[in-house]
Structures are given as C-alpha cells and as structure tokens.
C-alpha cells in the first residue's frame, strides 16, 4: 500500500509538468488521482465522502458570488485601481497589493482576497512574465497571511481548533515570522516586476468572463477542493506511518509535501496539544510556505491560476526558487 502511495505521490507531482493533457485538466486530474489515493488507503468511507462533497461547497459559492459581484461592479473598480496606478510609483504600487492583500486576508478570508487580487490583474497592463510573478508573490503573501487567524483559511481554524487555543495564538506564535515575510514578498514585488513594454498579456485580458465561464470555474474548483481531500486522507496512513515520530526540523522540510496536498489535512495530522510552540511553529511555517509553491499548494493560487489561465509549469518556474529560498531562510532562523 505505502509504495502504491509512493507512485501516486510521484504522479501528482511530476505529470502536470510534463504531459499537456492534464495540465490543462488539472482539477479533473487531482480529483481521479484523489480517489484513487483513497481507495489505496483503504479510507474510502461514507464519513470521508460526506467530508469530500461537503468541504468543497462554501469555497466553490463564496468564488461563484464573489465572482459574479466583481463582474457586475468590474468597470468601476477597475477605473478606481487604473487611477491608484496612475498616481503612485509602480514599484510602490505592487509591492502595497502584496503587502496589503497579505495583511488583509485573515480577516476577509483567503478566497476573498484572491479574487480581489484576480480583479487587480485584470486591471492593469503587465507582460505575461511579471504578471505571473506578481500573481505568485501575492499568492505567497495571502496564504502566509490568512494563516494568522481563524477565519482566514481552513490550516488556521484546524490549529486552533486542535490545540484549544484563543483567537489570537497564531498572530503571536508565527505573527512576527509572517508579517516579515510579506514584507520581503512586498519588497521582492517592487524589485521583480516592471510595467509592460509591450502587448502580451495573460489570456484573461483577452475576453471578459461569461456566466458560463463563472460556473465552470466554480465547477472546476470544486472538483479541485473535493480531490485534495481525498488526497489527504488517502495519504492519511503514510502520514501517520512515517512522519508524526520525525523532529520538527525534518518535518518542516517534509511538509513540502503541501505543495501538493491539503495543508489543512496536514495540519489535522501532525499537531497535537502536547507540542510545545517551537515544534508547531516548525511545522506550521513548513506548511505556509509550501503552500505557494505550486497551484495546487492553497486556495489563492487554485483560483488565480484558474482564472487567469496560468499553468502549473508557469507557476513553477518562478514559485519553486521563491518557496527553496523563504524555505531556507526560515529554517535558519528556527535552529
């Protein structure tokens, strides 16, 4: 069963990057290998199947409503972002999106500060290599930041919940970690990222977004939510064989595997009350940073990839070396 894990794990993480086919079908592709992990697993009940329908429901409404409101009310609040850019210094401009979607998203939710980051891109003119790379730095910055509370993302709630702590436990336990390191993506934005100088955009400035488009997307990140969660409980019995004895220092780097999995599920696994604030800390930051790396890493980068066509190998190319390096830094500061 552990090797057929095994295969699983190496197919999710290295055929969205090679075989077209299925990183234009990425949802499609995580839900049957989700399933698939589930049954191998042998934990394919009826509890984890009501989990797996019910999970994906509030993110696939909140992305369709909230969607559908930014559509209705796109004109205006593009006009309002094309003025701000118009009157502040580029550099400054997106490094304070980074900034501020990261700081923001624990208390309007990561779903919620993604599409308003979708909204953004779609008002301003970058070539396609400098709006992927925004994209991805400000993905980074909402999944750090919505971490710090728990309304902000589904790893917070889970950790709180687990270690019966107050509302505020993660702000003071990662909050100094976190917030530095939005900084730094702010910064990093400011440096990285130029205005076009030329006409090739991403494919969403191409066309407007139908109704029909609307659905599908939110059809699409159903399917991804639903086959994340069947990934990670499919994974539960690797998880549970091989990494709740390791140290925090190796689970931090293990918990790579979060670029591809729940990081939620993850966190359900791998925390207890009986762990002192250091080992959480490790294991928690491991996670967040992780998350950015590829698409399928947190909700922000599934439902800005889907909505402004970026591929996995895009988003690769620019979120592996960033996620390494905030990886190594971090990693450092905990020893």
Same mark, same amino acid.
């Given at each position: #069963? ?81 003025? $701000? ?85 993660? $702000? ?48 699409? /990140? ?33 918990? #790579? /595997? ?34 950015? #790396? ?15 066509? $970026? ?16 990886? $190594? ?7």
């Amino acid at each position: #069963m552990i090797i057929v894990l095994l295969i699983i794990l190496a197919l999710v993480l290295f055929l969205p990057f090679s075989v077209k086919l299925i990183e234009y079908n990425l949802e499609i592709f995580l839900f049957i290998m989700g399933v698939i992990a589930a049954i191998v697993g042998n934990v394919l009940t009826k509890p984890l199947v009501i989990k797996a329908l019910e999970n994906p429901i509030a993110i696939a409404v909140v992305t369709l409503v909230a969607g559908l409101l930014f559509q209705w009310f796109a004109k205006p609040l593009e006009q309002v972002i094309s003025r $701000i850019k118009s009157n502040v210094p580029f550099p400054l401009f997106v490094a304070t999106i980074v900034i501020v979607l990261g700081l923001v998203s624990s208390m309007i939710t990561a779903i919620i500060a993604a599409l308003i980051l979708v909204v953004i891109m779609k008002s301003i003119c970058l070539d396609r290599k400098s709006e992927i790379r925004l994209v991805v730095l400000a993905c980074f910055s909402i999944g750090l930041g919505a971490a710090l509370t728990p309304i902000g993302e589904p790893l917070s709630t889970i950790a709180i919940s687990k270690l019966n702590q107050s509302f505020f436990y993660l $702000i003071r336990l990662i909050g100094i970690e976190v917030i530095s390191a939005i900084l730094f993506l702010g910064i990093l934005a400011a440096v990285l990222i130029h205005p076009s100088q030329h006409h090739e955009f991403l494919h969403s400035k191409r066309k407007r977004d139908t109704y029909e488009t609307f659905i599908l997307q939110s059809i699409k /990140i159903y399917l991804f939510v639903m086959g994340l969660t069947l990934l990670g409980a499919g994974f539960g019995p690797l998880i549970n064989h091989y990494l709740l004895t390791l140290s925090p220092h190796i689970l931090f780097w293990i918990n #790579m /595997i979060s670029a591809i999995l729940d990081n939620a599920t993850l966190t359900a696994a791998e925390i207890s009350p009986q762990m002192g604030d250091k080992t959480i800390k490790a294991i928690l930051l491991g996670l967040l940073i992780s998350g950015g #790396m590829l698409v399928p890493g947190n909700i922000p980068n599934i439902i800005s990839a889907g909505k402004l066509n $970026i591929t996995s190998k895009e988003w690769a190319k620019f979120g592996l070396p960033i996620g390494l390096c905030l990886m $190594i830094v971090y990693f450092l500061i905990i020893l």
